[in-house]
């Protein structure tokens, strides 16, 4: 704290109190994007551009045993198949951290999972192909094998428990559309 | 299903002939070969609205209709009905209302709203919720669309009237 008599810019409108609380502040942008003329990520297009498809955890805990991506990597179109012990070769595991809560981090967590999956929808693989259509699927072209894992039964979650145990083995496979 | 098949339609009012293989979804002919990318693609399950188009006056889901389906069909999308002028009230509406955020959803809200009003001069907002039931909008600004909807239906009646 300073003894200095305060010193301040005189206000402009802008930082009067209440000078965008309530009210409706003009969007230029609005008449472009309500015209279907907007540019999202999905709509840009860049010179030999592929896409990326990831294979996601059907379950919310399980090991995974094996991936075969060698079909896979083989199909027209396809530029790789990349899983999670691959990506950490080249990307390090992400750990959040709160500036105001020191010492509080959470788990590495890796790009892609490695050996097991901690929640369904985590990403398993990435097939990265010329087209998108190649690089969703149509014809088999890999295997991963998991176990799903029986979780710690929470206080009165008796049918997570069941939900796992009939998901206890698990094999799905992978499909990579042809081009 | 690796054979292209010869399709001719008509897309906001021009003609289009083209080749496609059969298993290409409308949105994705729309986008990818004619380059109009107001037609969004979403969830490409049908589920979130985002790729309505409108096929011989219906609105349909983009990413369920194959390409091949609409031959000799008359497809219009937001661009379409944008520059002909026909909801250019309901977009004024959407602007004063500020009833679009990142504006994903809007190009589908507004064919989903635009069916409404064609078939129902004056519709409740129970109604309007439940004709916009299968457009998602995850910016969560439904009240602001069914406030915009009804006063663009308010003011089409009082020019009617």
Same mark, same amino acid.
């Given at each position: 704290?300073?003894?200095?008599?305060?010193?301040?810019?005189?206000?402009?409108?802008?930082?009067?109190?209440?000078?965008?609380?309530?009210?409706?502040?003009?969007?230029?942008?609005?008449?472009?994007?309500?015209?279907?003329?907007?540019?999202?990520?999905?709509?840009?297009?860049?010179?030999?551009?592929?896409?990326?498809?990831?294979?996601?955890?059907?379950?919310?805990?399980?090991?995974?045993?094996?991936?075969?991506?060698?079909?896979?990597?083989?199909?027209?179109?396809?530029?790789?198949?990349?899983?999670?012990?691959?990506?950490?070769?080249?990307?390090?595991?992400?750990?959040?951290?709160?500036?105001?809560?020191?010492?509080?981090?959470?788990?590495?967590?890796?790009?892609?999972?490695?050996?097991?999956?901690?929640?369904?929808?985590?990403?398993?693989?990435?097939?990265?192909?010329?087209?998108?259509?190649?690089?969703?699927?149509?014809?088999?072209?890999?295997?991963?094998?998991?176990?799903?894992?029986?979780?710690?039964?929470?206080?009165?979650?008796?049918?997570?428990?069941?939900?796992?145990?009939?998901?206890?083995?698990?094999?799905?496979?992978?499909?990579?559309?042809?081009? | 299903?690796?054979?292209?098949?010869?399709?001719?339609?008509? &897309?906001?009012? /021009? @003609?289009?002939?083209?080749?496609?293989?059969?298993?290409?979804?409308?949105? =994705?002919?729309? +986008?990818?070969? #004619?380059?109009?990318?107001?037609?969004? &693609?979403?969830? /490409? @399950?049908g589920v979130c609205g985002a790729c309505t188009v409108r096929v011989?006056? =219906?609105?349909? +889901?983009?990413? #369920?209709?194959?390409?091949?389906?609409?031959?000799?069909?008359?497809?219009?999308?937001?661009?379409?009905?944008?520059?002909?002028?026909?909801?250019?009230?309901?977009?004024?509406?959407?602007?004063?209302?500020?009833?679009?955020?990142?504006?994903?959803?809007?190009?589908?809200?507004?064919?989903?709203?635009?069916?409404?009003?064609?078939?129902?001069?004056?519709?409740?907002?129970?109604?309007?919720?439940?004709?916009?039931?299968?457009?998602?909008?995850?910016?969560?600004?439904?009240?602001?669309?069914?406030?915009?909807?009804?006063?663009?239906?308010?003011?089409?009646?009082?020019?009617?009237?």
């Amino acid at each position: 704290m300073t003894s200095e008599p305060e010193k301040r810019d005189p206000l402009s409108v802008l930082d009067r109190p209440n000078s965008y609380i309530g009210k409706i502040v003009p969007r230029p942008n609005l008449d472009r994007l309500m015209q279907g003329r907007g540019l999202y990520v999905s709509d840009v297009e860049l010179p030999r551009m592929v896409h990326v498809v990831f294979l996601r955890s059907p379950y919310a805990h399980a090991k995974i045993t094996s991936i075969d991506a060698s079909t896979a990597k083989r199909m027209p179109g396809v530029v790789a198949v990349v899983t999670g012990p691959e990506l950490a070769a080249v990307i390090t595991p992400w750990i959040g951290v709160l500036s105001h809560l020191k010492g509080l981090k959470s788990a590495p967590q890796a790009a892609i999972a490695i050996d097991r999956v901690c929640w369904q929808g985590e990403a398993v693989a990435a097939v990265v192909a010329r087209t998108s259509e190649a690089s969703t699927g149509q014809a088999r072209a890999g295997n991963v094998f998991m176990n799903a894992a029986l979780p710690r039964r929470p206080p009165g979650l008796a049918w997570a428990t069941n939900h796992a145990r009939s998901a206890r083995t698990a094999a799905w496979q992978f499909l990579c559309r042809q081009p | 299903m690796t054979t292209a098949v010869a399709i001719s339609l008509v &897309v906001n009012g /021009e @003609h289009v002939e083209a080749n496609v293989l059969p298993r290409l979804n409308l949105a =994705d002919f729309l +986008r990818e070969h #004619l380059k109009l990318t107001g037609t969004h &693609v979403g969830c /490409e @399950h049908g589920v979130c609205g985002a790729c309505t188009v409108r096929v011989n006056g =219906d609105i349909v +889901r983009s990413c #369920l209709l194959l390409a091949v389906q609409t031959h000799n069909a008359t497809v219009e999308t937001i661009e379409g009905i944008s520059d002909s002028g026909e909801i250019a009230d309901l977009q004024s509406a959407f602007r004063e209302r500020n009833a679009l955020q990142c504006g994903f959803c809007t190009p589908g809200m507004l064919m989903a709203a635009q069916d409404l009003l064609k078939q129902n001069s004056s519709p409740d907002r129970e109604q309007i919720r439940e004709h916009l039931s299968g457009n998602y909008c995850r910016c969560t600004g439904y009240q602001a669309i069914v406030d915009a909807v009804e006063s663009t239906a308010r003011a089409r009646a009082g020019r009617t009237a």
